[in-house]
Nanobody, 122 residues
Framework: VQLQASGGGLVQSGGSLRLSCTAS????????MGWFRQAPGKEREFVAG????????YYADSVKGRFTISRDNAKNTVYLQMNSLKPEDTAVYYC????????????????WGQGTQVTVSS
């Protein structure tokens, strides 16, 4: 398994969760990464992305100001801190390695983790 996501769970509206994605890839420090989510009956959508060095981050409008993406290359891990969670944030969250020049589309990513469920109750 190249990407292992964890940290999902059940949380009340307004609460917080931190997702982690640990990579077994030796080139992780050179990989730009992203988080996506998919709710039942909906298409997978971009949530956040981070450049390989961590200097640039990108967010969907729906999560700006609430979610923060970060990485620790020494631990081969990328994080998604999610605050002020809303019921509409309920989805399976996936981490992925960016392999093509597009942060905002799933087309830009070529290696995917298995997903972790986030459920926000109202």
């Amino acid at each position: 398994v190249q990407l292992q996501a964890s940290g999902g769970g059940l949380v009340q509206s307004g609460g917080s969760l931190r997702l982690s994605c640990t990579a077994s890839r030796p080139t992780f420090s050179s990989d730009s990464m992203g988080w996506f989510r998919q709710a039942p009956g909906k298409e997978r959508e971009f949530v956040a992305g981070i450049r390989w060095g961590g200097s640039n981050t990108y967010y969907a409008d729906s999560v700006k100001g609430r979610f923060t993406i970060s990485r620790d290359n020494a631990k081969n891990t990328v994080y998604l801190q999610m605050n002020s969670l809303k019921p509409e944030d309920t989805a399976v969250y996936y981490c992925a390695r960016k392999g093509r020049p597009d942060y905002y589309s799933s087309y830009g990513y070529d290696i995917w983790g298995q997903g972790t469920q986030v459920t926000v109750s109202s």
